[in-house]
C-alpha cells in the first residue's frame, strides 16, 4: 500500500526536522519546505494527501498562501496550520478559508498524528464546512466556561493563587462579552462600559500588587482559552 504524501512546511529546522521524522515512523511520505516558494515549488511538482504548514514563514499569514494554493491545485488534500502565536485573526482566517486543522505549538505529536489521521480517514474532498452558529453564539453560550476555566489555569500561579474568584475574574466577563460583540461590529469602537470595565480591572490588580507583565500574562492565557472554546465548537 502506497504510503500517504505530506508537505509539511515550517521556517524553524528544528520543527522540519523532528516532525518529519516523526511522521515518517508513523507511515507517511513527508517532503519537507522551509519557505514559501519551497512550498509552492513543493506542490506543483507532485501530488499530496496533505499540507501542514506553519500559520507566519516568512511573513504573518504566509501559511495561508500555501492553504489557498493548496485548495486550488489539490482540493482533496488534508490542510492543517500550526502556528506558535494565535490570534483572533488568524482563527477567524481559518474558519473562513475552511482549514481542516488549527494546532497551537508546541504543538502535541499524538494530537497532530491523531487529527492527520482521521482527516486522511474522511471522505475525500470533503473539507470542514463553514459553522452554522455564528461565532459571537459561539462565544456567549461559553462565556462562563471560559471564565472558569481560565479562572482554573491562572490559579495555578502563586500570583494569583489566593484571590477569590470574584476578584479574579473582575473586568473579564466584560472583555469576553466585548469581544462577542466586536465580532459583530468591527467597525464601531469599544464602548464605553468595555473602556471603563477595563480601567477598574487595572486599578484593582494595581490595588493587589500587580505588574503590568502579569497583567498582560493573564490576558494571554484567557486569549488561549477562548481561542480552544472556538476550536472545540467550530472546527
Known sequence: MARERVLLV?????????????????GFDV????????????????????????????????????VSAMRRTQPNAVTIIITGYPAFDSA?????RQVD??????????????????????EPGKHVPLPHKRLSE??????EHALNEWSDRIRSSPPWANLSLPELQDGLRVLV??????????????????????????????SQGFKIPEVLSETRVLRQVILNVIHTNLM
Request: no cysteine; net charge negative; proline share 5%.
Open 10 to 26: 515550517d521556517d524553524e529546522p528544528g520543527v522540519r526536522a523532528t516532525l518529519s521524522e516523526i511522521l515518517r515512523q508513523q
Open 31 to 66: 517532503v519537507i519546505a522551509a519557505t514559501v516558494s519551497e512550498g509552492l515549488e513543493a506542490m506543483s511538482s507532485g501530488k499530496f494527501h496533505a499540507l501542514i504548514s506553519d500559520l507566519n514563514i516568512g511573513e504573518p499569514g504566509d501559511g495561508f498562501t500555501l
Open 92 to 96: 477567524l482566517e481559518a474558519i473562513r
Open 101 to 122: 486543522g488549527y494546532l497551537i505549538k508546541p504543538t502535541k505529536v499524538p494530537e497532530l498524528v491523531n487529527l492527520l489521521r482521521n482527516k486522511l480517514g474522511g
Open 138 to 143: 459561539v462565544l456567549a453560550e461559553h462565556n
Open 177 to 206: 462579552s466585548e469581544l462577542s460583540w466586536r465580532v459583530e461590529h468591527p467597525a464601531l469602537p469599544i464602548r464605553a462600559e468595555s473602556i471603563e470595565s477595563a480601567r477598574r480591572h487595572g486599578q484593582l490588580r494595581k
